[in-house]
């Protein structure tokens, strides 16, 4: 089952500051999924900012076991 982010989670996956992938999403950069308010990711949004900056492709990222 998909799993939705909040940004302090998303940012967290990614491994950047929250405050870079707020401002990636208000340029549009990150795909989002907004419910009211609240903006939450997807893992198919997390994968389309690796490919959006290739600078975090190069970073490992963390699996979960």
């Known amino acids: 089952m998909a799993r939705d982010y909040t940004y302090a989670e998303?940012?967290?996956k990614?491994?950047?500051a929250e405050t870079t992938?707020?401002?990636w999403v208000s340029k549009g950069r990150v795909p989002c999924h907004r419910l009211g308010r609240k903006?939450?990711?997807t893992d198919s949004d997390?994968?389309?900012a690796y490919?959006?900056?290739p600078a975090?492709?190069?970073r490992p990222r963390h699996r979960p076991s």
């Open 10 to 12: 998303a940012a967290a």
């Open 14 to 16: 990614l491994r950047i």
């Open 21 to 23: 992938l707020r401002r």
């Open 39 to 41: 903006v939450r990711f």
């Open 46 to 48: 997390l994968e389309a």
């Open 51 to 53: 490919q959006v900056c």
């Open 56 to 58: 975090l492709a190069r």
